[in-house]
């Protein structure tokens, strides 16, 4: 069975940081592109990230870039998240899923699990 699962999500206050995991099982990665994308009470799903597995190349919504980071270790089957200079808007729970995602978000949500759950407050 496909799984992935995250992790690292957290209460942190207003400027500070963490750093999300997303571990699959039950396949690997290959050169396929994989999505980070969030949903905050009350809205819709929105895309935040996203990287090709094989070259690397990473993607960024305007709301997150220059504070988000994504990476991943292929050999380890895990993606990253860095989020740095956190704000308020960004408290929503962050998933994981395969695939382009940026302009259709609301497609992830047949994929995804349970998420983890990001609080920025002071």
């Known amino acids: 069975e496909v799984q992935l699962v995250e992790s690292g999500g957290g209460l942190v206050q207003p400027g500070g940081s963490l750093r999300l995991s997303c571990a699959a099982s039950?396949?690997?990665?290959?050169?396929?592109?994989v999505s980070w994308v969030r949903q905050a009470p009350g809205k819709g799903p929105e895309w935040v990230s996203m990287?090709?597995?094989?070259?690397?190349?990473?993607y960024y919504a305007a709301s997150v870039k220059g504070r988000f980071t994504i990476s991943r270790d292929n050999a380890e089957n895990t993606l990253y998240l860095q989020m740095n200079s956190l704000k308020p808007e960004d408290t929503a729970v962050y998933h994981c899923?395969?695939?382009?995602?940026?302009?259709?978000?609301?497609?992830?949500?047949?994929?995804w699990g349970q998420g983890t759950q990001v609080t920025v407050s002071a």
């Open positions: 990287i090709n597995i094989i070259s690397g190349r990473t």
């Open positions: 899923v395969r695939g382009d995602r940026r302009y259709d978000p609301q497609s992830a949500v047949g994929y």
């Open positions: 039950g396949f690997t990665f290959g050169s396929s592109s």
